[in-house]
């Protein structure tokens, strides 16, 4: 997990800069990315939360099933951005 958090940092990074750059001018790139990191922060401190209570419950398929959920969301948005900050530029 954290060999997969730290290969996708830089392209988040990367991502981030050139969207907001793209859509938003050199000047929002730092409120953006303070939004993206916050986001991130909120969604690792409570994610341990919903999944020890499914884990609790006796359900630890839905926790997989969780997290692929997650990462195909992220996937997808991820795509999304990149397609549209190449259009904007």
Known sequence: MGFGVGVAGPSRD???RQSTVARLGKGGFGRMYGLVYSGADV???IAP???G???DAGKPRLVFAA???A???GIVAATA?????RQAV
């Open 14 to 16: 990367m991502l981030i």
């Open 43 to 45: 969604g690792l401190a």
């Open 49 to 51: 939360l919903i999944f």
């Open 53 to 55: 209570m499914l884990m």
């Open 67 to 69: 997290v692929s959920v």
């Open 71 to 73: 990462l195909a969301i």
């Open 81 to 85: 951005i990149a397609r549209e900050a």
